[in-house]
């Protein structure tokens, strides 16, 4: 069993940053690929970035591409989401989620485990 906590959200002005954090509790955090995926009002949740087990890849929505960074520090059981360049378009609440599959990063029913998400609102 994962438990994750997303932390960071808030509100920015468009063109601002923010850093969304997640801490996964358990002690298998190492072995599960992570994703961030926003859900706007009204919307689907969608997939933004992923990062594999080892951090050696990372994956990119074609929308947050040289804007958003994922990392990961598998010491502290947490995994980040830099976004830079904020546009209004982003505002959404964010969700982190574990997997312990390969593959198919970009998919929802990829994941296992989701928290409870963090509101991310950009003002233009």
């Known amino acids: 069993q994962v438990q994750l906590v997303e932390s960071g959200g808030g509100l920015v002005q468009a063109g601002g940053s923010l850093r969304l954090s997640c801490v996964a509790s358990?002690?298998?955090?190492?072995?599960?690929?992570m994703g961030w995926f926003p859900q706007a009002p009204g919307k689907e949740r969608e997939f933004v970035a992923a990062?594999?087990?080892?951090?050696?890849?990372?994956y990119y929505a074609d929308s947050v591409k040289g804007r958003f960074i994922i990392s990961r520090d598998n010491a502290k059981t947490t995994v980040y989401l830099q976004m830079n360049s904020l546009k209004p378009e982003d505002t959404a609440v964010y969700y982190c989620?574990?997997?312990?599959?390969?593959?198919?990063?970009?998919?929802?029913?990829?994941?296992?485990?989701w928290g409870q998400g963090t509101q991310v609102t950009v003002s233009s």
């Open positions: 989620a574990a997997s312990s599959t390969s593959g198919a990063v970009t998919m929802t029913q990829k994941y296992d485990y």
């Open positions: 990062i594999s087990w080892s951090g050696g890849s990372t």
């Open positions: 358990g002690r298998t955090f190492s072995s599960y690929d």
